[in-house]
């Protein structure tokens, strides 16, 4: 029998007070690379606009060196939006890796199984039904998601939640909710189905640092109970009785680690509207790039952070006057995504 040229290094690191963590050299070295790259396209995107700067000047303007009128500008009008993108890209690729793990399918995804929709009813009943403002959008989109999902679970659940259950679910689901928004659309006046359409695209624009502090309020509290619980998820990929086997307490993990990526959800959608493709691709990208086995969670919402940020660059960028939301871009590229994953999950004989 040939070796497995595919085994994986694995570093101990050990303090003196006897704790030992594991690090994987390749995921480390992705990771780091992943922050590197989400940081240069940051600085990218605050150079851009109407008023251009070098990357030098956004630089020495973030570092207090700047002119009176730059500090204006990056400050507080580009960096909210860069803020937004970082903190809505890592929430969807960590809420993607959750969902994924948990039903073992890489079809698991929040836009795929309802999550979004669930936010885009809450949002709409908030625009058709009261004139609602900014912030009781905001407010209405976080519940609609965190409802859409506790009914999938309860709906999904039977002595537990099966994988492939839950994505049918969600799916069924999914279809119901897109079906309530195009009744609320019809039933909209001529200037709230407009602004409803705008918020349904998903965009970045026009972001302040109203809108920054409630993400970063949900990946202050909710990331570190996703990574706390990321062992469990591991050891939920091999199954529920190899993981009951391992000391895992399997419900109480998964309800855990999905509440709390339903929530992220929830604040990602409410801060930028229903960004499709980072929480189904980020996930993907970054198992194949650190090649580990298990969710890959730093790894992904890493991956999510910088897909986002870089999309909103090219959306300024690739279509000349005619600058299109985030949400148009990611849209286009996450149906191509799709397709290629159910071309190549279909080819491995999974679905």
Known sequence: MKADRTTKTVKALRTRGGLSVRVDPRAALVVLLLVAGALAASVALIGTGD?????????????????????????????PRVLVGLLVGASLGLAGAVFQSVSRNPLGSPDVIGLAQGSTVGALLVIVLFQGDTTAVALGAACGGIVSGAAIYALA???????????????????????????????????????????????????????????????????????????????????????????????????????????????????????SFIALAAPQLARRLTRSPGPGLTAAACTGATLLVTADWASQHLFGADRLPVGALTGMLGGGYLLWLLFTERKAGRI
């Not at 000047?57 to 400050?75: C, K, M, N, S, Y």
């Open 157 to 275: 659940w039977k002595k537990g939640v099966h994988g492939h259950r839950f994505v049918l679910v969600g799916i069924a689901m999914s279809a119901v909710l897109v079906a309530v928004i195009g009744y609320l659309l019809t039933k909209a006046s001529l200037t709230d189905a407009a602004r409803a359409t705008m918020w349904m695209v998903g965009s970045l624009n026009g972001r302040d640092w109203e809108q920054v502090w409630p993400p970063a309020a949900a990946c202050a509290v909710l990331v570190p109970v996703v990574l706390g619980h990321g062992r469990g998820l591991k050891m939920l990929e091999m199954g529920d009785d190899s993981a009951y086997a391992l000391g895992v307490a399997v419900e109480r993990t998964r309800l855990v680690s999905m509440g709390a990526a339903v929530l992220l959800t929830a604040a990602a959608t409410a801060a930028a509207g229903p960004i």
């Open 51 to 79: 008023y251009p700067m070098s990357s030098a000047a956004v630089v020495r303007t973030l570092t207090g060196g700047g002119t009176t009128a730059q500090e204006f500008i990056v400050h507080d009008l580009r960096l």
